[in-house]
């Protein structure tokens, strides 16, 4: 009874998934290798390795080569105004235009 409205919604909505077991497959290397990047040498190298799993991981699930992906941003990053950098997320990045 407590998640009566979340099968309402899946029933009205027949593209809806049932489950999150895909992206659930997708995140279990890094959440099973949580324990062995425990000793990262600080909180904050732990919290680095982190932050660049997830980039690597969301760009893998958009479907991006995360190598592309991180050399691209690595290059903007310095440069970028604060206001840019959401463009830069996995989610919303687009390939450089080669000339």
Same mark, same amino acid.
């Given at each position: 009874?407590?998640?009566?409205?979340?099968? =309402?919604?899946?029933?009205?909505?027949?593209?809806?998934?049932?489950?999150?077991?895909?992206?659930?497959?997708?995140?279990?290397?890094?959440?099973? #290798?949580?324990?062995?990047w425990?000793?990262?040498?600080?909180?904050?190298? #732990?919290?680095?390795?982190?932050? =660049?799993?997830?980039?690597?991981?969301?760009?893998?699930?958009?479907? !991006?080569?995360?190598?592309?992906?991180?050399? &691209? =941003?690595?290059?903007? !990053?310095?440069?970028?105004?604060?206001? &840019?950098?959401?463009?830069?997320?996995?989610?919303?990045w687009?390939?450089?235009?080669? =000339?």
């Amino acid at each position: 009874m407590k998640r009566w409205a979340a099968l =309402v919604r899946y029933l009205d909505d027949g593209h809806l998934p049932i489950d999150n077991n895909w992206i659930g497959n997708q995140i279990r290397p890094w959440a099973l #290798g949580r324990n062995n990047w425990l000793f990262a040498g600080s909180l904050r190298s #732990g919290q680095r390795a982190a932050n =660049v799993m997830t980039l690597i991981q969301s760009a893998k699930i958009k479907g !991006l080569d995360p190598q592309a992906y991180l050399r &691209d =941003v690595l290059e903007r !990053l310095p440069t970028a105004r604060q206001s &840019d950098l959401a463009a830069l997320l996995p989610h919303n990045w687009s390939p450089p235009i080669k =000339v």
